[in-house]
T-cell receptor, first 115, second 112 residues
Framework: GAGVSQSPSNKVTEKGKDVELRCDPI?????LYWYRQSLGQGLEFLIY????????KSGLPSDRFSAERTGGSVSTLTIQRTQQEDSAVYLC?????????????FGNGTRLTVT | SQQGEEDPQALSIQEGENATMNCSYK?????LQWYRQNSGRGLVHLIL?????REKHSGRLRVTLDTSKKSSSLLITASRAADTASYFC????????????FGPGTRLSVLP
């Protein structure tokens, strides 16, 4: 079946512009995660959605970052007034159920470049 | 500081050799997972080991977990060029809530 789909795969934007990144999780997966990966680095947790519960936003680096998950499926990550330090690969992952024993299924990411 | 840290940061071996990567973490965990990432792609789950398990196998992969030392190792036997990738450990430390914390990864190069 289809995996986690992210769009766009690449995004180049000018400093100060807003960007929206989209994630389509695997159908039926209730948990959805956003991570950020800088070049050659590990993954930095941003935000986590689980079903209809309030999202865990503890990883968002500033109030310029926000995310929504509509209808428990598609999620968008919005970065307002982008800065050069926002340049990174933004990875989305989904998981089938609540609980820490479920592996994460990752999309291929959106590579964001802020010029 | 990060919950999980892998070492070495980079490893280069010849095809057919074994590769060992280590992961250390700081707080108690429920489980630890290993992922692989090929260049320009997302992460792929390899194996999960629970806190009450000490060793687990999957094909050419062998994972060990020592909760007393807060460390895990990933062994890839009889490596192939296709194993070239970055490898990450991820922990679900209870005080981090439901999210998973990833280390910086080990970049493995398997030379033909």
């Amino acid at each position: 079946g289809a995996g986690v789909s992210q769009s766009p795969s690449n995004k180049v934007t000018e400093k100060g512009k807003d960007v929206e990144l989209r994630c389509d999780p695997i159908s039926g997966h209730t948990a959805l995660y956003w991570y950020r990966q800088s070049l050659g680095q590990g993954l930095e947790f941003l935000i986590y959605f689980q079903g209809n519960s309030a999202p865990d936003k503890s990883g968002l680096p500033s109030d310029r970052f926000s995310a929504e998950r509509t209808g428990g499926s598609v999620s968008t990550l919005t970065i307002q007034r982008t800065q050069q330090e926002d340049s990174a690969v933004y990875l989305c992952a989904s998981s089938p159920n609540l609980g820490n024993n479920s592996p994460l299924h990752f999309g291929n990411g959106t590579r964001l470049t802020v010029t | 500081s990060q919950q999980g840290e892998e070492d070495p940061q980079a490893l280069s071996i010849q095809e057919g050799e074994n590769a060992t990567m280590n992961c250390s973490y700081k707080t108690s965990i429920n489980n630890l997972q290993w992922y692989r990432q090929n260049s320009g792609r997302g992460l792929v789950h390899l194996i999960l080991i629970r806190s009450n398990e000490r060793e687990k196998h999957s094909g050419r992969l062998r994972v060990t977990l020592d909760t007393s030392k807060k460390s895990s190792s990933l062994l890839i036997t009889a490596s192939r060029a296709a194993d070239t990738a970055s490898y990450f450990c991820a922990t679900d430390a209870s005080n981090y809530g439901q999210n998973f914390v990833f280390g910086p990864g080990t970049r493995l190069s398997v030379l033909p």
